[in-house]
Nanobody, 113 residues
Framework: QVQLVESGGGVVQPGGSLRLSCVASGRIFSDYAMQWYRQAPGQQRYVVATISADGRALEADSVKGRFAISRDNSKNTVYLQMNKLKVDDTAVYYC???????WGQGIQVTVAS
């Protein structure tokens, strides 16, 4: 069983930045891809960024150039650096490991002036 714990969310003004962290435990972290999803009220959850086991990153078009996913295998942690935040980025953000099907508990990000 894999446990995923997110941190780093909060309230930020438009144009601001946040960095989300997700610490994994219970499985060899470095062998598996990791993802960040988000879900806004009344909308479906969808993937915003994926990073492969060997560090290749892919971000959704809606966040490309503003968000960056990265990982530190020595800390069993995946990050989502979010810059130039917009009101539309407001959502609950989830960390996900596809190989195990595990999800974090979710963390709120609110972008408001």
């Amino acid at each position: 069983q894999v446990q995923l714990v997110e941190s780093g969310g909060g309230v930020v003004q438009p144009g601001g930045s946040l960095r989300l962290s997700c610490v994994a435990s219970g499985r060899i972290f470095s062998d598996y891809a990791m993802q960040w999803y988000r879900q806004a009220p009344g909308q479906q959850r969808y993937v915003v960024a994926t990073i492969s086991a060997d560090g290749r990153a892919l971000e959704a078009d809606s966040v490309k150039g503003r968000f960056a996913i990265s990982r530190d295998n020595s800390k069993n942690t995946v990050y989502l650096q979010m810059n130039k935040l917009k009101v539309d980025d407001t959502a609950v953000y989830y960390c996900h490991q596809p190989a195990s099907g595990s999800w974090g508990q979710g963390i709120q990000v609110t972008v408001a002036s």
